[in-house]
């Protein structure tokens, strides 16, 4: 069969060009973080009509608390921001040795995480008066306004941690799995304050202080891991251990909300900003990815699991920027046919187990626009170079309006 020549063709190459040194458990790992986003997203992001056929955002988590646990499976941000800091203590010291400077080689960096954000908001910017005028309610523009710009925040604290990566990796050649340890500290003080006695005193900006040092927390484990301070089965044992006993007590003990992403009517949340409980989970799973690199190396040497791999990192950005995207093009179009009847696990209320079902049969429609979509945006991943300054000051235009829209309806 022509398609699985096909296949077998791209798995032989992908196969020929990887370089003898090339960390597959590592790039293993990144693959299975980047898909639990998208995976995650679309289980957990529901949908409801109103009365005008208009799409709202609403989530099972809200009346299936029961599935709260799931999120722990799903959360694997603990996991991408370590192999992000492994990779770039790998980068910037290799750049170093070239005689690169820190500053070039940061500027690199940006440059690749803001070609496919810029990419995504110029081309909703685009969508949205289409859309308008193809009659799709202006509520369903706002809700999928709200779904696009939510995977971006990560982009904008990703980009910032990357900026501090030259400090963090002289802290992590010094201190070793100490130099983690001070974020630990500071995102248990802060959630001490706005969950303890005197809450209700403190100002509301407070939990804004966790944002940088609850992720920066994995990246800083992937640093120490990069220079070779995690390399040893004790120290991974202490990341898993210490975090699951931290994991449970903050559950058990302290009454930390069971879900790892946030809950509509929720009054706390685990993500926004990160609490401690978010911490201890990427510690655990930190030392299970440490554990467990040699096996899933073992297993990665296998060309036909590697080339699913190298594909999904090639076009890591390209998943995060779009995979709400593919919902929604599978969302408006059944809201729009179908009027104010709801499509169960689609359009209807996420509010059964029956809803759950009935999302996991959408999957792989999901994950089939989401292929066509990054076939025609991935370019985004790309430099730039055949593009005249008139195109790019377009799309900056077009992203800016985006930007102005998403910000006063989000």
């Given at each position: 069969?022509?398609?699985?020549?096909?296949?077998?063709?791209?798995?032989?190459?992908?196969?020929?060009?990887?370089?003898?040194?090339?960390?597959?458990?590592?790039?293993?790992?990144?693959?299975?973080?980047?898909?639990?986003?998208?995976?995650?997203?679309?289980l957990v992001g529901g949908f409801t009509l109103d009365d005008a056929g208009a799409l709202h955002n609403a989530s099972p988590l809200a009346a299936l608390g029961a599935l709260a646990p799931a999120s722990w499976v799903f959360q694997l941000l603990g996991i991408f921001f370590l192999v992000g800091g492994y990779s770039a203590?790998?980068?910037?010291?290799?750049?170093?040795?070239?005689?690169?400077?820190?500053?070039?080689?940061?500027?690199?960096?940006?440059?690749?995480?803001?070609?496919?954000?810029?990419?995504?908001?110029?081309?909703?910017a685009a969508l949205l008066p289409l859309l308008?005028?193809?009659?799709?309610?202006?509520?369903?523009?706002?809700?999928?306004?709200?779904?696009?710009?939510?995977?971006l925040w990560f982009v904008g604290v990703y980009a910032v941690i990357t900026a501090l990566t030259p400090h963090a990796l002289r802290a992590a050649e010094r201190a070793g799995l100490w130099s983690a340890l001070p974020l630990l500290l500071s995102v248990a003080v802060v959630d001490a304050l706005r969950y303890g006695p005197y809450a209700d005193a403190m100002p509301s900006w407070l939990p804004l202080l966790n944002l940088l040092p609850g992720w920066l927390f994995g990246y800083q484990l992937g640093l120490v891991w990069g220079v070779g301070r995690l390399g040893r089965r004790a120290a991974a044992w202490l990341l898993l251990g210490?975090?699951?006993?931290?994991?449970?007590?903050?559950?058990?003990?302290?009454?930390?909300?069971?879900?790892?992403?946030?809950?509509?009517?929720?009054?706390?949340?685990?993500?926004?900003?990160?609490?401690?409980?978010?911490?201890?989970?990427?510690?655990?799973?930190?030392?299970?990815?440490?554990?467990?690199?040699?096996r899933l190396?073992?297993?990665?040497?296998?060309?036909?699991?590697?080339?699913?791999?190298?594909?999904?990192?090639?076009?890591?950005?390209?998943?995060?920027?779009?995979?709400?995207?593919?919902?929604?093009?599978?969302?408006?179009?059944?809201?729009?046919?179908?009027?104010?009847?709801?499509?169960?696990?689609?359009?209807?209320?996420?509010?059964?187990?029956?809803?759950?079902a009935a999302r996991l049969a959408w999957l792989p429609l999901f994950a089939v626009l989401l292929i066509g979509i990054g076939a025609l945006t991935r370019r985004f991943e790309q430099p730039w170079t055949g593009a005249s300054t008139g195109g790019r000051i377009l799309a900056g235009a077009l992203a800016g309006a985006f930007s102005l829209y998403a910000f006063a309806v989000v």
């Open positions: 069969m022509p398609l699985a020549a096909d296949l077998r063709s791209l798995v032989t190459a992908v196969e020929s060009r990887t370089p003898a040194h090339r960390d597959r458990a590592v790039d293993g790992l990144r693959a299975l973080a980047l898909l639990s986003v998208p995976a995650g997203h679309w203590a790998l980068s910037l010291r290799r750049a170093t040795e070239r005689g690169t400077a820190a500053r070039t080689w940061l500027r690199g960096r940006l440059v690749r995480l803001g070609r496919p954000v810029l990419g995504v908001t110029a081309g909703w308008s005028v193809a009659g799709v309610p202006a509520a369903t523009l706002r809700t999928a306004s709200v779904l696009v710009v939510q995977p210490g975090g699951l006993a931290l994991f449970v007590t903050l559950l058990t003990v302290f009454g930390y909300p069971a879900s790892m992403v946030g809950v509509p009517g929720e009054a706390r949340t685990n993500s926004h900003p990160p609490s401690l409980l978010v911490l201890a989970l990427a510690a655990a799973q930190s030392g299970v990815a440490v554990l467990a690199r040699e190396a073992a297993l990665l040497a296998r060309p036909a699991l590697w080339a699913p791999v190298v594909v999904i990192n090639l076009s890591a950005m390209t998943i995060l920027c779009w995979h709400q995207s593919a919902m929604l093009a599978a969302a408006i179009p059944a809201a729009a046919l179908h009027g104010d009847a709801a499509v169960a696990g689609l359009t209807a209320d996420p509010t059964s187990f029956g809803w759950v």
